[in-house]
């Protein structure tokens, strides 16, 4: 069963009981399943497994310093990951888990080297995709998954798009639908005395203060670096560049003297730009319609993206949303695909 599959491409499963046996079994001959979880698509395998977990990195050609977040079925199995809880953490998970939230905190003997990249803490979380919840607990284990893209690229938010990434690399994709978040998780550090967020994601940091009765801390110098905080992570092939409200007028005339064909990406037609009709009948600019609703808006990003590069554009302008709540992750998403980390 841990075999990969020799002929053909890797197979796309339903959830099904008989599919989800299949994953464990995989699981635990040390080979990969990619799962759906509420956030994007991860790229599981036995936690504490070295060889397993040394396959992720070389599927996503990913370097092997960055470390894996572990998913588990619940907050109960978080004994033996995690050595020290602060009472922060535990209330964060009581109240976020399971869902988009990773916590880093210290590393318990379970926590592999290969896991945390050698760090001293490891990222943990228990998501909210019913379908992740089943296989985490028919397995029993953590299972170690990063999204389940190639390094560097949009995380996929579709089993379609998995499949896309990885090809064969991967020995199962179970299929739960699209994803309902569409963004990676919120990832907060709570190892120390103060909690900061190192990614931003759909729990939002005015959940985050909420719950704690006080904003959080901006991370620390020396904090790890979380990918979201690489430049240009999750680049389509186009030139990406984000443009305030009413700043198309300006900035799109400028941007097709250099641009053979660019895709302007905003809730509705950018107004007052006398130009614009021609320039679509002519193909110069491609209109893709984003939501104004963020939580839409969050869900379908990693779809436009991709979009540009399925609609041939060698250049892309998107306008930005509020940068309140949900806001936040988004725009933090769309300055990693604009190259500006
Ligand atoms: O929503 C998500 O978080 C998805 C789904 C599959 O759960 N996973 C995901 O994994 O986005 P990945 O590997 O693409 O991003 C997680 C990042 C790591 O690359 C790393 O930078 C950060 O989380 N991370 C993990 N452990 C860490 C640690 N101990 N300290 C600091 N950052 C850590
Ligand atoms: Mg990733």
Redesign the pocket.
Known sequence: MNDRVSSGSTPIMPPSTAALERAVAILQGGGLVSFP?E????LGADAENVEATQKIFSAKGRPAD????V?LASLDQIDGWAREIPADARRLAERFWPG?L?L?LRRGPRSLDVV?GG?D???L?V?GHPVALELLRRFGGGIA???ANRFGRV?PTRAVHVREELGDRVDLILDGGDCSVGL??T?V?ASGATPSI??PGAVTAEQLAEELGRPLVAPAEDA????GRMASHYAPEAVVELVERGGMIERLPQVLAVRRRVAVIAPSIPPNIPAFDEWLKRGRVVFVESSPDLEVLARSLYELLREIDRLGCDGALVELPTDAGLGAAIIDRLRKAAGLG
């Open positions: 979880t956030t994007v698509y991860g960055h470390p894996l977040i998913h988009p990773t880093i945390t760090l803490t490891v990222g979380r998501p998954a990063p999204s995380s990676e998780s990832i550090d190192l990614r790890p670096r979380a990918p």
